[in-house]
């Protein structure tokens, strides 16, 4: 039987068919899945402390009312998530668990302080640039729930890139304090950035895995070639840089070469190294406690509103 | 106080939506609420925020029943035989208008 259940899923890999959660799926599959996922839907959730440091000092209203926007997206993105994720047998306490341990990781781009103004334009042209870059292909993957929530998450997305974009083209027509500001923001976030995309193909081990079972489509450094192209076209019409010496168009590749990553740097961040790491999980174990009592209130009047004794709630809800 | 997980757990429910007037409610998505109406606001909150939606319906998850896939050769299979179920089925003289 379970030889001919792998037969099944790996013709329905190689059909283009997608894997639903009742579906048998190899174990390997299902981890491999519950990581990149759950840490997925954890980026989306730290992903809104760098930018809620910027809400109430927004500079207008009409940019105070897209941050709010942008980060109650980010929330939903979370939950569209955390929700598919749970489809593979793991339960959202036990994912958030994983995360205030600080065994689950989240991207490492959202350890860098939000320092100025500019910053909150970089982040959505450069951090949403590089994330809807590795999300557009991942509303393909293989496995129904994380491709449906792909696609949703995308379509919300794209107003998040467009808002940074036009934050820095103000910044960048203003005047030469604001022009400093906008460059100073690029610089910083440029190589975080690239960084998003992951380590270079030949330190990546799981990559070839995650691509044969069609999770991902393309190999991190494809990913970041594209999104380095792009963006060298559009610092143009801000009239700015990327700070990089070696970034130049090679008419062989079709494409632009870049300088060396630091790596070091990136495996640092991810080790628990960054500037806001602590920061950051502090935040979220905070927001966590002290909405216990919310959820305890809101839990406690439901069962009272039900007329049901507490025995009878837990009992049903421990038995599985 | 000490964490009473057993305390703060909400049920999960699954989200259904109706996009405009004519359509039927779909599937959307599913969050954890402590009772309907939370779950009626939040699911506003999170599934309609772009005008996806005009009513929403919300169903504890548990009390929806599956089919499970490997039933799918008795439950479907039967259906391929039966093509005659099919309009396409039947061979018709061009000629013939209006059917």
Redesign the interface.
């Known amino acids: 039987m379970h030889s001919s259940e792998q037969e099944l899923f790996n013709h329905k890999i190689d059909q283009e068919v997608r894997i639903?959660p009742?579906?048998?799926m190899p174990e390997d599959y299902r981890r491999m899945l519950i990581r990149q996922m759950s840490q997925h839907a954890h980026s989306e959730i730290v992903g809104m402390l760098p930018e809620g440091n910027w809400i109430t000092r927004a500079p207008s209203l009409r940019r105070k009312a897209t941050l709010i926007?942008k980060v109650?997206?980010e929330?939903?993105h979370g939950?569209?998530l955390y929700?598919a994720t749970?489809t593979l047998g793991i339960t959202?306490?036990e994912t958030i668990e994983q995360l205030h341990a600080g065994k689950a990781k989240y991207s490492s781009i959202f350890n860098y302080p939000t320092l100025s103004w500019a910053d909150i334009g970089a982040i959505g042209w450069l951090v949403d640039g590089a994330a809807i870059m590795n999300q557009v292909p991942l509303c393909r993957a293989s496995y129904g729930p994380y491709a449906r929530a792909m696609i949703r998450i995308c379509k919300?997305e794209s107003f998040h890139q467009r808002q940074g974009f036009e934050i820095l083209l103000t910044l960048s027509r203003g005047s030469q304090a604001q022009k400093e500001m906008c460059q100073d923001a690029i610089n910083r976030w440029w190589w975080p950035s690239l960084m998003m995309f992951g380590p270079n193909d030949d330190a990546s081990p799981n990559s070839q895995r995650s691509m044969q079972w069609k999770i991902k489509r393309f190999t991190n450094d494809e990913l970041r070639q594209k999104f380095v192209d792009v963006c060298v076209d559009q610092v143009k019409i801000l009239g700015m840089g990327l700070p990089d010496k070696d970034l130049k168009w090679n008419a062989e590749t079709g494409h632009y070469d870049f300088g060396e990553i630091n790596w070091e740097e990136f495996y640092e961040v991810l080790k628990g190294n960054g500037p806001c790491n602590h920061e950051r999980l502090e935040a979220r174990k905070k927001a966590h406690?002290e909405g216990?009592w919310v959820?305890?209130a809101?839990?406690?009047?439901?069962m009272k509103?039900?007329n049901l004794n507490t025995r009878e709630?837990?009992g049903?809800?421990?038995a599985k | 106080m000490e964490p009473n997980p057993q305390s703060e757990k909400w049920p999960l429910w699954e989200v259904f939506i109706r996009a405009r007037q004519g359509l039927d409610h779909k599937h959307a998505g599913s969050l954890y609420a402590a009772d309907a109406r939370m779950a009626i606001e939040n699911a506003r909150d999170v599934y309609t925020r772009r005008n996806e939606g005009i009513s929403i319906w919300v169903v504890e998850s548990n009390h929806i029943h599956a089919s499970n896939p490997s039933e799918s050769d008795s439950l479907y299979d039967p259906a391929n035989d039966k093509v005659y179920r099919h309009p396409s089925f039947y061979h018709l003289p061009d000629e013939l208008k209006n059917i």
């Open positions: 639903e009742k579906d048998w926007a109650q997206d929330a939903g939950l569209y929700s749970e959202r306490d919300e406690a216990r959820r305890e809101a839990a406690a009047h439901s509103k039900n709630i837990y049903t809800q421990s």
